[in-house]
């Protein structure tokens, strides 16, 4: 058997549903080990966890060989950043420290181990590129938030210091308590409070979280799902990328010219009755 037969045969493992499904049930499963381990369990649970965690471990390990042997390129491999972190979390794993001083790390990778599903499904990998390709145009959104917090919180500072030093003092401590008036955390505590002083002081929390708690995060939602589903596209468009992209626009016209075809050949079947007819 040739290395290129090899490597095709692992290639159709490896776009295998139920082999993609396979591995999401085991990274599933060794979340819920970690989990379970946060318990007080008796000795004999302990032990169950303990193997059923190597087993998953050796899993890993296979389901990365599997990945590796199926791509053409083994360089290329190395290149993707998804496939570099689930190697090191699958390498860092096969290291035995649950009985050394590293013990904790060796816990926090376990735990990491859950972030590998992204690497395997498609979607959960445009979903994060979709993220991280729309905070530039976040960067803008919270810029203005937080100059709009500023601005409220040097008021807030200025204004209710007197009345609750406690949520008031500082203009730090105000824009702590401003972020707990936008998450509408007990907020309606903190306006009575000052509305007993200052009866007014209901507009200076209704403007901040109209600016805040619907204008901005509307705009960061909207800026999500714009870059969201331009991925998407692309995307789609990466699995056929022969297929062309057709507007409404010239599906329309398209209809258009398949009616007037119909109509042309119908009156052209009524011209060649009429015709027979005639000669009869």
């Not at 058997?1 to 295998?16: D, K, L, P, V």
């Not at 999500?224 to 589903?229: A, K, L, S, T």
């Amino acid at each position: 058997m040739t290395n290129s037969t090899i490597q095709q045969n692992f290639e159709r493992i490896r776009s295998n549903k139920a082999f993609e499904l396979f591995v999401v049930t085991v990274i599933i499963t060794s979340a819920l080990l970690v989990g379970a381990k946060t318990y007080e369990l008796a000795p004999g649970s302990r032990s169950i966890i303990v193997w059923l965690d190597m087993l998953i471990t050796v899993v890993f390990v296979a389901e990365i060989t599997i990945r590796f042997i199926a791509e053409p390129d083994k360089k290329a491999f190395f290149r993707n950043g998804w496939n570099l972190f689930d190697t090191l979390v699958v390498t860092i794993s096969l290291v035995p420290i649950d009985n050394s001083d590293l013990v904790l790390v060796a816990r926090l990778v376990r735990v990491f181990r859950v972030l590998r599903m992204i690497s395997i499904i498609p979607e959960l990998r445009m979903l994060l590129a979709s993220l991280l390709k729309a905070l530039p145009q976040l960067g803008y959104v919270i810029l203005l938030m937080f100059i709009i917090f500023y601005i409220y919180a040097a008021i807030g500072a200025t204004l209710f210091e007197s009345i609750n030093p406690t949520l008031w003092g500082d203009i730090a401590i105000s824009m702590l308590t401003l972020f707990r008036v936008m998450t509408f955390e007990d907020w309606t505590d903190v306006m009575y409070e000052t509305m007993a002083v200052y009866p007014l002081s209901w507009v200076f929390y209704l403007s901040f979280i109209f600016f805040t708690a619907f204008a901005f995060l509307n705009m960061v939602i909207g800026i999500v799902v714009n870059v969201m589903h331009t991925e998407a596209e692309k995307m789609q468009q990466d699995k056929d990328p022969e297929a062309p992209e057709i507007s409404l626009q010239e599906v329309q016209q398209q209809l258009l010219r398949l009616q007037h075809l119909l109509e042309a050949q119908g009156g052209s079947g009524s011209y060649d009755q009429a015709s027979t007819r005639s000669g009869q």
